[in-house]
């Protein structure tokens, strides 16, 4: 049987070196409360979709990070307005916080967190209510 998914990206995974530093730096980026989740065979810490039946998920994992933004581009989503969230990726140690990027979605900045990986933070437009 054929499916076609809802969303392609079915979750994500960022490596990280100090699982710790790492979870401090994505609560205060994003202001997302991550979950460290010790049942599998390696400590994970999870982002949690508001509704995991329409959500995409991902997480932080102890691995290798391809830094100096060598890796692929996660895109999460962040409370606040970007200027809001560009203020706390530079308060939380960000590198190379690029100016905001506006689509017709809403607006973004790229940056690298503290192991080098390239990551996008996403101010979405409010729905219109027509």
């Known amino acids: 049987m054929s499916y076609t998914p809802q969303h392609f990206t079915v979750w994500a ?14 609560k205060t980026a994003t202001g997302a409360d ?33 830094g100096n933004g060598q890796g692929p581009t996660v895109h999460l989503a962040a409370s606040g307005t970007i200027e809001e969230i560009a203020k706390r990726l530079q308060d939380a140690g960000a590198k190379n916080v690029s100016e905001p990027i506006a689509i017709p979605a809403g607006r973004f900045v790229y940056a690298h967190d503290p192991d080098g990986n390239s990551v996008g933070f996403f101010e979405a437009v409010a729905p219109s209510s027509t």
């Open 34 to 66: 991550l979950t460290l989740d010790n049942s599998g065979p390696n400590p994970m810490a999870v982002f949690k979709p508001e509704n995991p039946e329409t959500g995409v998920a991902g997480h932080l994992y102890p691995g290798k990070p391809a």
């Open 13 to 26: 995974e960022i490596p990280v070196t100090d699982m710790e530093r790492s979870i401090a730096f994505y």
